[in-house]
């Protein structure tokens, strides 16, 4: 597959489509990874076959008979903290959500260890931090009622197990992960995102941070978040993808 552009390695990316006989080109810069991969496949292949949605078979998953009550799961933690949306937002979530439903803050210890600043979330009395691998918290997922996670690896699998999913993510990978694009896109997932001028940035993000984060995580509207997540959680409505304000 014909190499993106990548000004710090383009000598060496052009040396080595030299020595291939079959290059294939996956297209502009920005084209969803899923659907760049399977135009290559159809491509080696000679068929034609439609995307898959970005779910696993019911098999994949072990069912679990869902816990009585219920339940929503909230993953506040990136690897890049840039990209976290602050706790502020997430106890205005909790606070809004009705008093019967027990919340789990996602996470492994390390991740509460360097950001102490959420560890204030676990003091309301409905919830809980919850530190399982994902194996053993994939089959929760699938049976509760909402998962609201930032850009990262517990988003992409609750969405795959089919749990309403709301993903706030950055402006960073539009047009490439997140938002997915909508032939893989399934019912159960949903994006608010910022749109910038810059989107597509792939993280190597041009602006001063403010408030510690990317402008596009920082400028996600809180009511918008709050409002879009009690309506997913009340199983409204609510489109793939929610943009919040203008680009800029």
């Keep these: 597959m014909k190499a993106r552009p990548w000004g710090k390695y383009q000598r060496r990316l052009d040396a080595n ?12 810069k920005h084209v969803d990874k899923v659907i760049r991969w399977c135009r290559f496949l159809d491509w080696l292949t000679g068929t034609v076959v439609p995307p898959p949605l970005a779910n696993l078979t019911e098999a994949a998953v072990e069912e679990k ?51 102490p600043a959420y560890k204030g979330l676990l003091d309301h009395r409905a919830v809980r931090f919850d530190n399982r691998t994902f194996e053993a918290i994939a089959p929760d997922l699938r ?70 984060v990317f402008p596009c995580i920082a400028r996600l509207d809180g009511d918008t978040v709050v409002d879009t997540a009690l309506e997913l959680f009340a199983g409204g409505g609510v489109p793939a993808v929610v943009t919040v304000g203008g680009s800029g």
Excluded: W
């Design 65 to 115: 008979p869902a816990q009585p009550g219920r339940r929503v799961f909230i993953q506040p933690f990136s690897a890049v903290s840039a990209k976290q949306s602050p706790p502020e937002l997430y106890q205005r979530l909790i606070e809004a959500l009705p008093n019967d439903v027990e919340v789990s803050i996602t996470g492994t210890d390390a991740d509460l260890e360097r950001n």
């Design 143 to 212: 049976s509760c009622n909402l998962v609201v996670s930032v850009d990262t690896a517990l988003m992409h699998l609750a969405i795959a197990v089919g749990a309403p999913t709301l993903g706030l993510a950055s402006a960073a990978y539009t047009g490439e992960i997140v938002p997915y694009a909508p032939e893989i896109t399934p019912p159960n997932a949903h994006f608010l995102y910022r749109p910038m001028p810059c989107e597509g940035c792939l993280g190597v993000c041009v602006h001063p941070l403010e408030a510690g």
């Design 17 to 28: 489509e030299t020595q291939l006989t079959r290059v294939f080109d996956g297209g502009p």
